[in-house]
Nanobody
Framework: VQLQASGGGLVQTGGSLRLSCAASGIIFRLNAIGWYRQAPGKQRELVAR???????NYADSVKGRFTISRDNAKSTVYLQMNSLKPEDTAVYYC?????????WGKGTQVTVSS
């Protein structure tokens, strides 16, 4: 199982970024995929998750600003991040659980300047 996250970068407050997570080694359409983030000195936290049927959930801190979506044909999950704030600065990771094991992609850095 491999998860490849991309799309991070440096953006000003109020800007937008779109993260991508490409998965391989799983039956993608059957798996939930989550985006997590970890800021310096803080615990990793769930940002958003999308289930196989398309149901989504979000952390309260990003509701209304972030949108998670999936393209099963491309085995890819996206995280559209709008109205970014400095407190969104973190390393973002995608995650799935497969055959009872958690899998993490390498993180992608998102930095929001004030």
């Amino acid at each position: 199982v491999q998860l490849q996250a991309s799309g991070g970068g440096l953006v000003q407050t109020g800007g937008s970024l779109r993260l991508s997570c490409a998965a391989s080694g799983i039956i993608f359409r059957l798996n939930a995929i989550g985006w997590y983030r970890q800021a310096p000195g803080k615990q990793r936290e769930l940002v958003a998750r999308i289930f196989s049927g398309g149901v989504t959930n979000y952390a309260d801190s990003v509701k209304g600003r972030f949108t998670i979506s999936r393209d099963n044909a491309k085995s890819t999950v996206y995280l559209q991040m709008n109205s970014l704030k400095p407190e969104d600065t973190a390393v973002y990771y995608c995650n799935t659980n497969y055959d009872g094991m958690p899998y993490w992609g390498k993180g992608t850095q998102v930095t929001v300047s004030s």
